[in-house]
């Protein structure tokens, strides 16, 4: 276990370096092939200068040594070709380690967390909120619940006995006589008339007076 949780980062530190001294070959590789390159070049030169020299034989040597340069940077460049394909290869074997690690962390990190909330675990946190859920609604009712003499009420005969009043306050407003609307003058007539008063049921002492000072404000 610890050399796998130390060695990784060794691995990845060897796969940096590794690019890193294949980046180098490949600059130095680069500058000689520059230089055959000058080389190759400098020998055309003078196989030229031979040429108009009448010095043919010098001038075939300079282009052999042109040949033999060519055939170096040609080399050179397939070197090249080499590197950068071991780089690559190198590159996307890193990617395809670090994904895997990526995606191992990953699911170890999703085992974790199912092992520490297993359908168990979650089925008895459940059980135990809807009980304590139910005693709450018990304490809730118990607290809201009549206590004393007042827990001895009947409901039954306090409806009935609200009834008997309701019936008791109309009985009373039917019985109680409406307010006498105030009377109407009655208009002037000749002495020695009395006017006319509809027919009344019996009056009683207010309603006689009452009557009594009409009939003498009219004369």
């Known amino acids: 276990m610890f050399s796998r949780l130390f060695g990784k980062p060794k691995e990845q530190t060897n796969a940096l370096a590794t690019l890193d001294k294949l980046n180098e070959t490949i600059e130095m590789l680069e500058k000689k092939e520059k230089v055959l390159l000058k080389k190759a070049a400098a020998e055309v030169e003078k196989a030229k200068e031979f040429t108009r020299a009448k010095n043919k034989r010098a001038a075939i040597q300079c282009l052999k040594r042109k040949k033999l340069y060519e055939q170096q940077i040609e080399q050179l460049g397939n070197f090249q070709l080499r590197i950068?394909?071991?780089?690559?290869?190198?590159?996307?074997?890193?990617?395809?380690?670090?994904?895997?690690?990526?995606?191992?962390?990953?699911?170890?990190?999703?085992?974790?967390?199912?092992?520490?909330?297993?359908?168990?675990?979650?089925?008895?946190t459940m059980d135990e909120i809807n009980e304590q859920t139910e005693n709450m609604k018990q304490i809730q009712e118990a607290l809201s619940a009549p206590i004393g003499s007042a827990a001895d009420f009947d409901e039954d005969e306090l409806e009935a006995e609200l009834e008997e009043l309701e019936g008791a306050e109309l009985e009373a407003e039917l019985l109680t006589p409406a307010t006498t609307a105030p009377a109407t003058p009655l208009p002037n007539v000749p002495s020695g008339k009395q006017p006319l008063r509809p027919s009344a049921h019996k009056n009683t002492a207010e309603e006689d007076e009452l009557a009594a000072l009409q009939a003498e404000m009219a004369l």
């Open 84 to 124: 950068h394909d071991q780089m690559i290869m190198l590159e996307g074997a890193k990617a395809t380690t670090e994904t895997v690690d990526a995606l191992r962390t990953g699911a170890s990190a999703m085992k974790a967390m199912q092992k520490a909330t297993n359908i168990d675990d979650v089925d008895k």
